[in-house]
């Protein structure tokens, strides 16, 4: 299996970036369209656990459009072949101080394009430097 093949890579990123534009302007039919829709799609989030698609798009019709914006940190996507891929990042706002934010994605490649197939978020404190 190849790994980060550059013009595979290039694709998931450019959906990544799509998928942080919508997320941030709440564009909730953008980011209903970035996951796949599928009863077998997940997305465990800081304070859900949503199984299938309509969970997932009856949680975005209900959330809050407040305090979306954000910085991200760390982003790593790497894909496997042709067809799969995984996107990690952490993630900070300005309304959380002291917390940083860890999401994971993975991504597969689908007749409709790249989607979102199992999603992870959390937000944690601030993890702390080991004292020496």
């Given amino acids: 299996m ?5 013009e595979v890579r290039a694709e998931v990123e450019a959906a990544f970036a799509a998928y942080e534009r919508a997320l941030v ?4 039919d953008g980011l209903d369209a970035l996951f796949w829709d599928s009863q077998i ?3 465990y989030g800081s304070g859900e656990n949503l199984y299938g698609i309509e969970a997932i798009r009856a949680f975005r ?8 914006e954000r ?3 760390r982003t790593v996507i790497t894909t496997y072949g042709h067809d799969m891929a995984t996107a990690s990042t952490l993630f900070r706002r300005d309304n959380a101080p002291g917390r940083i934010g860890r999401q994971m994605q993975t ?6 394009g790249w989607k979102v197939v199992a999603a992870h978020v959390s ?3 601030e993890p702390q430097p080991a004292a020496r």
């Fill in 2 to 6: 190849e790994i980060n093949l550059p």
């Fill in 107 to 112: 991504w597969m490649r689908t007749a409709e």
């Fill in 71 to 73: 910085s991200l940190e």
């Fill in 123 to 125: 937000i944690i404190d």
């Fill in 25 to 28: 302007s709440n564009d909730v």
């Fill in 41 to 43: 799609t997940i997305r």
């Fill in 61 to 68: 019709a209900a959330r809050s459009a407040f305090g979306l």
